[in-house]
């Protein structure tokens, strides 16, 4: 322990005590807490809230290092060994327990027993694990994965099998970039041998994984994406809830993202290419590692928030078998759905196991947009992409912000869009929008909203942004006016 690490104050891996509270009890829960986590260091002398080092008197050391060893093994269950030693900073001395994550989970107070003494970190804090926490710390425990688990609940479906076998096999033949016909079949015999569903005497049982992969009726097994208006939640623009199987929710999920980031494009010679504002390649891969590292006990839906400032994905369930932020963007990985994330290789979803971090962190940087921001929720992960703030147009050879001479249907000339130019300077939202007024000027917001299949909320919101940036106005009455798309200067 440093004096630099001791002043950032209390975190996930740390806590501080001034002195060695008499009741074991209340400093037990965060040594379990760190047992059931990423770890952590539990600080005997230094105050919580200045920050300051108090120390412990030396001659009393080696009494508390005693106490907490004994504390630990009487109270703790299953075991949890601890690594007590003292250092001396600023000549005063301070008494450090460290905990390392533990591989036998859940860890608990003995004395509250399993379901009311089992905790876990949050941020700077110790909290009660919750039911579905504490099942996902079971199956850690048993070296087991939710999705492999056989559900009793629901029989097996050949037509669902079936189902998934073919996509299986176009998701192959896509990521092959070679021919259906080309890649061998896949059978209930491969679904099998990946973990997905269990041979039981003639017939075959599901497993989680199954269900996920086919008709998925787990209620809470969703993503959730919406746009939102400012940079909170406070006011919807636009929103979509995908179910079914995952696979097809990442994809979903993915163009709901691009409809509403803007797009822009570059010119490189007489070759247009177009541009997002934020990586496609790094948002799908986001998306993919939300579903992946997602803990389907909790009753919460991955959740993809559009903001005008960022792009933010949400995905429920702690950081996977004690792993840390660090350890996971330097390539560590530890997978909590080994039989989804075994399938999605297989069909070429997953490239590389491992790595989906370093590659979205990487594809950011050569995208040149600020970098990724990983934020461990305790009971969630969560991933910021943030927007530029700027609308993309095109430069010769690079993007930009130039929007003059675009070339735009004006209302003295009346001319036609110039080479789609204009368009590349919208979010695709407003892009649909402007083509539906630009063929029928006299179109509605409902009308509008019916043909995209949003919220008129949601298109009043788009076109308020076009009318604010000076690109649309209205003319005329409110049913029998029109609307004109304006030249930018």
């Known amino acids: 322990m440093t004096l630099d690490e001791i002043k950032k104050g209390e975190s996930k891996n740390i806590e501080f005590k001034v002195r060695l509270p008499d009741d074991s009890k209340k400093y037990m829960k965060s040594i379990v807490a760190f047992a059931n986590t990423s770890g952590g260091k539990l600080v005997i002398g230094v105050d919580d809230v200045t920050k300051n080092i108090v120390g412990v008197e030396p001659s009393s050391v080696f009494q508390i ?52 003494g089992t905790y876990i970190r949050v941020a700077g804090t110790s909290r009660p694990a919750d039911v579905a926490v504490l099942k996902d710390l079971e199956y850690q425990g048993a070296g087991r994965s939710f999705d492999e688990l056989i559900n009793v609940d629901t029989d097996y479906d050949e037509e669902s099998a079936l189902q998934l076998c073919n996509d299986i096999r176009k998701y192959i033949a896509q990521s092959r970039e070679i021919p259906v016909d080309k890649v061998r079949e896949v059978t209930a015999v491969n679904l099998e041998n990946w973990r997905i569903i269990r041979k039981s005497g003639e017939s075959y049982l599901p497993t989680n994984a199954f269900i996920l992969l086919t008709k998925n009726t787990f209620r809470f097994a969703k993503i959730q994406c919406a746009l939102f208006k400012g940079e909170n939640r406070a006011v919807f623009v636009d929103r979509r809830e995908f179910d079914g199987p995952v696979y097809d929710q990442i994809e979903e999920a993915y163009q709901f993202v691009l409809k509403h980031i803007n797009l822009g494009a570059t010119i490189d010679g007489i070759v247009r290419k177009d541009r997002y504002e934020l990586p496609p390649e790094s948002i799908r891969e986001a998306i993919i590692n939300s579903v992946c590292h997602w803990c389907y006990l909790d009753h919460f839906c ?85 927007r530029s703030g700027t609308e993309t147009g095109i430069e010769n050879g690079k993007t930009g912000t130039e929007n003059t001479k675009i070339g735009i249907q004006t209302k003295e000339t009346g001319t036609e869009i110039n080479q789609m130019r204009f368009l590349n300077t919208l979010s695709e939202t407003e892009r649909e929008i402007v083509e539906f007024i630009m063929e029928d000027p006299g179109i509605t917001q409902k009308e509008i909203a019916q043909k995209m299949e949003m919220s008129k909320n949601g298109i009043r919101y788009a076109m308020d942004k076009l009318k604010d940036r000076g690109i649309l106005e209205r003319e005329g009455a409110t049913k029998r006016g029109k609307w004109i798309i304006n030249r930018l200067h």
């Open 65 to 116: 290092m005693d106490k907490i060893a004994n504390a630990v093994s009487d109270m703790c269950a299953p075991q949890i060994i601890p690594d007590i030693t003292f250092q001396t900073i600023e000549g005063k001395c301070i008494v450090q327990v460290e905990i390392y994550p533990g591989q036998n989970r859940p860890y608990y107070i003995r004395s509250m027993g399993k379901e009311n």
């Open 302 to 386: 991955v959740q993809i928030a559009i903001y005008d400032n960022r792009v933010e994905i949400t995905s429920p369930g702690m950081l996977y078998g004690g792993l840390t932020i660090e350890q996971a963007m330097a390539g560590r990985s530890k997978i909590r759905n080994v039989c989804i994330a075994e399938v999605f290789s297989r069909m070429g979803i997953i490239e590389q196991w491992g790595t989906g971090l370093q590659r979205m962190i990487q594809g950011c940087r050569e995208y040149g947009v600020r970098e990724l921001e990983f934020i461990d929720m305790g009971d969630a992960f969560r991933v910021n992409f943030y």
